[in-house]
């Protein structure tokens, strides 16, 4: 059933990371929104499955394989957007990978890429959308600019300390984006959504985490233990993630920038 509560009729949306989990839920919920999207992903398979179910529904989506991590893809990626689609309305960096481990043991290649990917992959993303957005850009219309982060970048997680430090640098770096965004009249908004514990495969190498490093034992324990602290007591939907991202990415969310829009089920809150 088709989400008409926020109306993207006519934008135009790049959703990186969308072939699963919850940026395949964001992919879903601009699309009925009436969004043309374009999802990109290294795993084509995936992405060439998600675009084609999406299809089936008549909602006008595109699939492009993209390295985040790559300055040239991002270069790529954008100009193909905008010279196939008439210009770019909403980026949504969601693209990101967890490597848990405890901080004694991680290495440093296992450091570098998950920063990468999660902080250089949401800073290009940044920087090549915000230059056609802005005015005198090739698209030049503003936009919105969502950054997935993570309860991780706010708050500490044991065995997450490399992934939430990563996640805290996209919280940073959104906050700024926007403050400077703002103040150059470019007329791009620039938010982050930061998720709890959400039932995806990523959700679960959480537990995983927890359990091989010997912290809790099993990962029935430390699903169990999770579940506790969450007021809410149930793991979040990807489609609850989608729904703060359909808001922000539309018009209804107008004077909001520089936030953070934190999806846990009130974890944080404790």
């Known amino acids: 059933m088709a989400n008409n509560?926020?109306?993207?009729?006519?934008?135009?949306?790049?959703?990186?990371?969308?072939?699963?989990?919850?940026?395949?839920?964001?992919?879903?919920?601009?699309?009925q929104a009436g969004a043309t999207v374009i999802v990109t992903d290294v795993n084509v398979a995936a992405g060439e499955a998600k675009v084609a179910e999406l299809k089936e529904k008549d909602l006008q989506v595109d699939f492009i394989r993209q390295d985040v991590a790559s300055e040239a893809q991002w270069k790529a990626t954008i100009d193909t957007v905008v010279a196939n689609h008439g210009g770019l309305d909403v980026l949504v960096n969601n693209a990101g990978i967890l490597i848990g481990g405890l901080?004694?043991?991680?290495?440093?290649?296992?450091?570098?890429?998950?920063?990468?990917?999660?902080?250089?992959?949401?800073?290009?993303?940044?920087?090549?959308?915000?230059?056609?957005?802005?005015?005198?850009?090739?698209?030049?219309?503003?936009?919105?600019?969502?950054?997935?982060?993570?309860?991780?970048?706010?708050?500490?997680?044991?065995?997450?300390?490399?992934?939430g430090s990563s996640k805290g640098a996209v919280r940073a770096i959104t906050k700024h984006a926007a403050v400077e965004f703002a103040t150059l009249g470019y007329?791009?908004?620039?938010?982050?959504?930061?998720?709890?514990?959400?039932?995806?495969?990523?959700?679960?190498?959480?537990?995983?985490?927890?359990?091989?490093?010997?912290?809790?034992g099993s990962e029935e324990a430390a699903q169990q233990l999770v579940l506790a602290l969450i007021p809410m007591k149930r793991l979040g939907k990807p489609q609850e993630v989608a729904q703060v991202v359909l808001f922000l990415a539309s018009d209804a969310s107008a004077y909001i920038t520089g936030t953070e829009y934190v999806v846990d089920g009130g974890l944080t809150a404790m």
Request: proline fraction near 4%; charged fraction near 15%; hydrophobic fraction near 40%.
């Open 187 to 216: 007329g791009i908004r620039v938010n982050s959504v930061h998720p709890g514990p959400i039932a995806t495969p990523m959700g679960e190498q959480v537990f995983e985490t927890l359990a091989s490093d010997k912290l809790l």
């Open 103 to 163: 901080l004694t043991d991680i290495s440093l290649e296992d450091f570098r890429r998950i920063y990468s990917i999660n902080v250089e992959g949401t800073f290009l993303g940044m920087k090549y959308a915000a230059k056609v957005m802005r005015p005198g850009g090739s698209s030049s219309r503003g936009g919105s600019i969502i950054n997935l982060s993570s309860v991780a970048g706010i708050i500490g997680t044991p065995g997450e300390s490399v992934y």
């Open 5 to 31: 509560s926020f109306d993207m009729g006519g934008k135009v949306a790049l959703v990186t990371g969308g072939a699963t989990g919850i940026g395949a839920s964001i992919v879903e919920s601009l699309a």
